[in-house]
């Protein structure tokens, strides 16, 4: 018998519930193919939790896949844990079956004997981060797929300092899940020694909000510009809890909502993906702000812990901006301000990743502050802050994709406060006469103008993957002499961590004498290969499509 036949046997005769073998017997009669993807193999485990379709079968998103992941890391937590009862942490989006599977994961905590907070209603990923060293927890849980379509949900791990797990942690995690290989191993039922649940909301939402606050650089420039007019969506996620809060608190008082945005709804009914880097899912958005005549437009994806916005261009039209831009803005306006105000010395830093844009370095540099780059992954960027206290203070940091945070509170990207910092941003631009359009040329005035993209190719099945792993064989083989007509000045391979002072991962980095950067990495959790495109100079737009041109074709 084929091992996902033989597997699907065991879910149907063995002690899984009614409705479970309902659907498994529906699946295999209805859709081979797809009764065949549910049990082919288990649903792995990976350093940053669980990721997949939900559904019935190992390979698969249920109540049964996510006990087993909770007991595994239970069990770590028992053993490596010197206090005597420690907590733990959950937090769940607005996704299906997010707060089902939240429930799962903290009776089977409590029934390890692991004490748990869990909110009592949708929080984004951030305040989880929040909440993790509010509470002194061991390690936290939030069930989401991020921006994933709506089929999907996820199992996300922090630890005791509110970032994701990094090494040896992560591995040693995941060994201890990939222990537990039937769900007859989980304690899905509270014993005599089971730990509390406790529910938190309000509470921590207040301590969290009182704490971005505190972050605010501009007050006075708010009060002058609390006018100014923005359009915000959650795309049915959970930003819509707090966002426009925050904002509030802030004094601006014209927030424009997309009412059939706001209903948290993991369905995502009004977009094809509550995605914001993907331009339709604005749509919506920027039609209010044209209706409405508002200024900025501010989307979030359903954890909000990624941030997405459009602004007036120089003739009045909406233009989107990218993750790149965003985060140059609001490392530019920080800094800025931090130096008027005279905070910025001694111990002071910005951290970015590898594929995001060098303009943050040169802002950072303009400003005499050191920028430290990072793996791709914002939990890289919260071990650098782990790793610099108690003497060092992460300022700010960002990522291409969508992901900034700033201050010390949250060890992930943060929506909530990434949308404070923009409305912040805006006021002080307009004290100085620019809108954040104008702002923007005037970094690119300074720095000079770059401009970046990504282009991906997908890659299905073995031959596939072997396809991308000759890719990267052959671009470490035969380098690019020259990119665009400018001498490759250095090859950055980050496969050799004893040159780059950076954990292993197969990335490669080609920089060339007119600033120009292009760096190529496999995805590690999708059949794809991704190249990221970074030119500078007048003519950059020309020289990223010529660039393209040369790695992709």
Known sequence: ?????????????????????????????????????????????????????????????????VGMATQGLANYI????????????????????????????????????????????????????????????IAGAMITASHNPKEYNGYKVFWSDGGQITSPVDKDIVAEVNKITDPS????????????????????DECYLRDLLSLSLSPDSCARHKDIKFVYTPLHG????????????????????????????GNFPTVASPNPEERSAM???LEAADREGADIVMATDPDADRLGIAVRDADGKMLQLNGN?????????????????????????????????ELLREIAEGFKVPCHDVLTGFKYIAEVVK?????????????????????????????????????ECAAWAADRGLTLYGLLQEIYSRFGYRKEDMVYIVRKGISGSQEIADMMTSFRSNPPAEMC????????????PEKTGQPSSNVLQFFDAAGDVVSVRPSGTEPKIKFYFGAKGADADDKIEALKKQFVG
């Open 185 to 204: 191993m989980v304690r899905f039922e509270a014993g005599l020694r089971c730990g509390e649940i406790l529910t938190m909301g309000a509470d921590v």
């Open 387 to 423: 790793r610099n206290e108690p003497d060092g203070e992460f300022i700010c940091g960002g990522e291409e994709s969508y992901g900034f945070n700033v201050g010390q509170f949250v060890r992930d990207k943060d929506a909530q406060v990434a949308c404070m910092m923009v409305a």
């Open 78 to 137: 028992l053993a490596h844990c010197k206090e005597d009862k420690p907590c733990f942490c959950i937090s769940y989006d607005s996704r299906l079956n997010s707060k089902e599977f939240a429930r799962i994961a903290a009776r089977v905590m409590s029934a390890n004997g692991i004490d748990v907070y869990i909110f009592d209603n949708i929080r984004p990923t951030p305040e989880l981060s929040y909440a993790i060293r509010l509470k002194g927890a």
């Open 485 to 496: 007509g400018s001498p490759v000045t250095r090859v950055v391979d980050y496969l050799e």
């Open 1 to 65: 018998m084929s091992d996902y036949l033989s597997r699907a046997e065991s879910w149907l005769t063995g002690d899984f519930d009614p409705e479970t073998k309902v659907k498994i017997v529906e699946l295999r009669n209805s859709d081979p193919a797809a009764f065949e993807d549910a049990f082919y193999k288990n649903l792995e485990f990976g350093t940053g939790g669980l990721r997949g379709i939900m559904g019935v079968g190992t390979n698969r998103m249920n109540k049964y896949t």
């Open 283 to 285: 749509k919506m958005a």
């Open 238 to 265: 959970c930003g819509v809890r707090l966002v426009p809060e925050v904002l509030k608190r802030l004094g601006f008082n014209k927030i424009v909502h997309i009412p059939e945005q706001d209903v948290s709804d």
């Open 325 to 357: 831009q965003t985060a140059s803005l609001l490392t530019y306006y920080i800094l800025s301000r931090r130096s008027e105000l005279g905070t910025l010395g001694k111990g002071k830093y910005i951290v970015k990743t590898i594929v995001t844009t």
